[in-house]
């Protein structure tokens, strides 16, 4: 069974920092690899996309790399804002069309 | 373009009520899918459809049931609620499998007392 883990659970930073966020599958076998954004009360937002064959995908500030043979994922926040504070999650696909999703990286960006 | 609608926004039900959740998605997606996140908790499977008439069970099935009548909606039917169902609900759509975003709607949350 396919499992997901974001690290870490929480994350405070001051506005302007370089931040990463980590997840991590334990199935290799993935046919693609999302991140989404989730604001508190509201759906999700898919951020990046990352098919197996690809190392990364870069999106404004936000850049997204993948290592299927070590079943990493990373999420890169250049120049983090206020306007970045959410939850991010990791989100990979396995089976046939599903969503495997970890529990989220909480962040919260101060002015 | 108004992607993917729910409704209720919210609601709350005792013990032993049926309620449907109504999910539409105006995008002419062939695949549509429901979920399920309890707090602190990522997403989990409860049914998915890859056209209509076709649908398939997730990861958390049970209590529920789904139909696909239309490209168009996929409702969610909740049979004797439990406070286990408790949850906030998001039906989700994608044009195709695998490779494609899934584009979500802002969700039911619901209440079972």
């Known amino acids: 069974k396919q499992e997901v883990t974001q690290i870490p659970a929480a994350l405070s930073v001051p506005e302007g920092e370089n931040l990463v966020l980590n997840c991590s599958f334990t199935?290799?076998?993935?046919?693609?690899l999302q991140w989404f954004r989730q604001d508190p009360g509201k759906g999700l937002t898919s951020l990046l996309l990352i098919q197996s064959s690809q190392r990364e995908q870069t999106s404004g500030r936000l850049n997204a790399s993948l290592d299927k043979s070590s079943g990493r994922s990373t999420l890169y926040i250049a120049a983090s804002q206020p306007g970045d504070s959410a939850t991010y999650l990791c989100a990979v696909i396995t089976g046939y069309s599903t969503l495997t999703f970890g529990k989220g990286t909480m962040l919260l960006v101060s002015p | 373009n108004a992607g993917v609608t729910q409704t209720p926004k919210f609601r709350i039900l005792k013990i032993g009520q049926s309620m449907t959740l109504q999910c539409t998605q105006d995008m002419n997606h062939n695949y549509m899918y429901w979920y399920r996140q309890d707090p602190g908790m990522g997403l989990k499977l409860i049914y998915y459809s890859v056209g209509a008439g076709i649908t398939d069970k997730g990861e958390v099935p049970n209590g529920y049931n789904v139909s696909r009548s239309t490209t168009e909606d996929f409702p969610l039917r909740l049979e004797l609620a439990a406070p286990s169902q408790t949850s906030v609900y998001f039906c989700?759509?994608?044009?195709?499998?695998?490779?494609?975003?899934?584009?979500f709607g802002p969700g039911t949350r619901l209440l079972v007392l």
């Open positions: 989700a759509s994608s044009y195709g499998p695998s490779v494609e975003t899934q584009y």
């Open positions: 199935d290799s076998a993935i046919y693609n």
